[in-house]
């Protein structure tokens, strides 16, 4: 399985989880990243994320396991 990372800066305190998803380019529309949150293929720093707000900051991990490819996303 091949595992790309990607770090995604943001200025503000925090990122919402489907928000992150979409700023990113991992999930192109808001129903997307929904989508993918829906079907448990998220996890947020291990552990598997079914909450769209789910708030991130800098130093948190967000993975989507989806077919042959892992994302993983650091907020810095």
């Keep these: 399985m091949e595992i790309q990372t990607e770090q995604v800066k943001i200025t503000t ?5 489907q928000q992150l998803l ?7 529309i808001g129903s997307e990243a ?3 949150i829906a079907e ?14 789910k708030k991130l900051r800098p ?3 967000a993975e989507i ?3 042959d490819i ?3 996303l650091e907020v810095i």
């Design 13 to 17: 305190e925090f990122i919402k989880l």
């Design 22 to 28: 979409k700023f990113s380019g991992a999930a192109e």
């Design 34 to 36: 929904k989508d993918m």
């Design 40 to 53: 448990g293929i998220v996890s947020v720093n291990g552990e598997v994320c079914t909450m769209r707000g």
């Design 59 to 61: 130093g948190d991990v």
């Design 65 to 67: 396991n989806a077919e």
């Design 70 to 72: 892992t994302l993983r």
